[in-house]
């Protein structure tokens, strides 16, 4: 519902709403499956000018495709491969303004130019990340980073 150049107070209370209907919509659910789900749908509806949003979940050594909306994705990510497997690997958030200057990007979806990845980490281990991509180049702002962040530290108080 708002793009990134939307005033960042208006932006921050659009999120901070967003974050009040992911706990109540999770609430009394802990299915992983369930959970990623609906988070992905929620964002998908959220988020203007996106192309992909969803999750991809830790088996062993490599990232395995979650729930999501958008285009059929990579199955399989390594960890350190890509934006998603290096975010993983890292237990860091990568805010990626121009996939196409980072080294290894992995192209699921050409139409993506830009990215966002947020490690979804509990007890120290990396669950999974949150990926959302975006057909603009530097379609994330740092507004987006601190919220989706929020959103993924909600997400995992319910898994």
């Known amino acids: 519902m708002f793009q990134s150049s939307s005033y960042s107070t208006d932006l921050t209370e659009a999120y901070e709403q967003l974050h009040k209907q992911l706990d109540a919509l999770l609430t009394g659910e802990n299915d992983l ?3 990623l789900s609906n988070a992905s749908s929620l964002l998908n509806q959220f988020l203007e000018n996106v192309n992909w949003v969803g999750f991809y979940v ?3 050594t490599e990232l ?3 729930p999501f909306q958008g285009l059929p994705a990579c199955v399989r990510i390594p ?3 890509g934006v998603c497997g290096t975010a993983a690997a890292q237990q860091e958030t990568l805010r990626i303004p121009d996939v ?3 080294p290894g990007h992995i192209a699921c979806d050409a139409a993506s130019r830009s990215e966002i990845v947020i490690p ?3 007890d120290g281990f990396t669950v999974g990340v949150l ?3 975006s057909p603009t180049v530097d ?3 740092e507004t987006d980073e601190v919220h989706l962040k929020t959103f993924v530290e909600i997400l995992m108080k319910h898994i």
Do not use: Q
């Open 120 to 122: 979804m980490i509990k």
């Open 58 to 60: 830790t088996k062993e």
């Open 79 to 81: 960890f350190g491969k």
């Open 64 to 66: 395995v495709l979650g």
């Open 139 to 141: 379609r994330f702002t």
């Open 131 to 133: 990926d959302i991509d």
């Open 33 to 35: 499956v369930a959970n």
């Open 100 to 102: 196409h200057e980072f």
